[in-house]
């Protein structure tokens, strides 16, 4: 059942935290909200705006660390689909599919502790979820195309104060991925080599690493 422009306005008057207590209640119920945020649907005539939710976790797009080249692979199939191609005669069609034959992709993401506190309530066990997912975040996803894609590791840097101790792009600078070997193509995860440099972590910051 839908609410009408003039119900709201109504509600809005009797209440004007309407808004607040909206957004609260869909970061309060719903973990992807309360995660990433959401632009929710908002009833401008009415002045009602539950609006933007800023998640207080926010993931960059990953990048594949050496450039990469998609291979074509001819696919055949051999029943028929319908009547009309058993008419015409055809009892096999040709497709392709799209591979790569291996790459290994860098993602980093940024948790703002203080929009967690302050704006969607984001707390520790959302985190526990939030990191069980990402290292298995491929398992229920296999296919013919990706069938080993997975999470082959998880760094993360603690920081004990609740604005940070550290800027974001210095800690990640900290971690390189490197080929072992320049001259070979690379097939394996074991052709990379990762490295921490864990000596040089500013005070105040806790390495962890997940795979």
């Known amino acids: 059942m839908g609410v009408k422009n003039s119900e709201v306005e109504k509600m809005k008057k009797t209440d004007p935290q309407l808004d607040v207590k909206i957004r609260d209640f869909m970061c309060e119920n719903f973990f992807d ?7 929710m649907t908002t009833f401008v005539k009415a002045n009602l705006n539950c609006g933007q939710v800023r998640g207080p976790v ?3 797009f990953a990048k594949s660390i050496d450039p990469i080249t998609t291979q074509e692979i001819s696919i055949t199939r051999i029943t028929v689909a319908a ?5 015409e005669g055809k009892n096999t069609m040709i497709g392709n599919k799209y591979i790569i034959p291996y790459a290994l992709y860098r993602a980093e993401g940024f948790i703002s502790a203080n929009l967690a506190e302050k704006t969607t309530g984001f707390n520790e066990d959302d985190l526990k979820i939030l990191w069980d997912a990402i ?12 069938g080993k894609m997975s999470v082959r590791k998880l760094i993360i840097f603690k920081h004990e104060s609740i604005f940070g101790n550290a800027p974001a792009y210095k800690l990640f600078e900290k971690i390189s991925v490197c080929r072992k070997n320049i001259d070979k193509v690379v097939r394996a995860y074991s052709d990379y080599e990762i490295t921490i440099d864990e000596d040089s972590l500013p005070k105040n910051i806790e390495l962890i690493e997940m795979a």
């Open 135 to 146: 290292l298995n975040m491929f398992e229920m996803d296999h296919s013919a195309a990706r």
């Open 83 to 87: 009547e009309k191609e058993l008419d």
């Open 58 to 60: 926010q993931l960059n």
């Open 33 to 39: 909200i309360r995660t990433f945020g959401a632009v």
